[in-house]
């Protein structure tokens, strides 16, 4: 079992910046693929961006990139995800996930575990 605990949310003004950060604690492995996804209410929760824990390989939606940052640091078993020039539509509760999948996994059913969420708002 892996556990992934989610912080750094808030309240930010468009244009503005937040760092979330995502702890993994439990049975961690250097072979997981860390994501970061996102659910506005009403909507489906959509991919935002992975890394592999490994070898550092991100990947992002198209809609974040340019202005969200994956990172990892092995040491403190940690993911961030940095993002900048926040729109009031980035407004959603973001989770961390974690899977031993392969190939750039992006869809919902593809990781096993996740974590409890935080919520971001971007006010307008």
């Known amino acids: 079992q892996v556990q992934l605990v989610e912080s750094g949310g808030g309240l930010v003004q468009a244009g503005g910046s937040l760092r979330l950060s995502c702890a993994a604690s439990?049975?961690?492995?250097?072979?997981?693929?860390m994501g970061w996804f996102r659910q506005a209410p009403g909507k489906e929760r959509e991919f935002v961006a992975a890394?592999?824990?490994?070898?550092?390989?991100?990947y992002y939606a198209d809609s974040v990139k340019g202005r969200f940052t994956i990172s990892r640091d092995n040491a403190k078993n940690t993911v961030y995800l940095q993002m900048n020039s926040l729109k009031p539509e980035d407004t959603a509760v973001y989770y961390c996930a974690a899977t031993l999948r392969v190939g750039h996994p992006t869809r919902r059913y593809e990781y096993d575990y996740w974590g409890q969420g935080t919520q971001v708002t971007v006010s307008s």
């Open positions: 890394i592999t824990w490994n070898i550092g390989s991100t």
């Open positions: 439990g049975r961690t492995s250097n072979t997981y693929t």
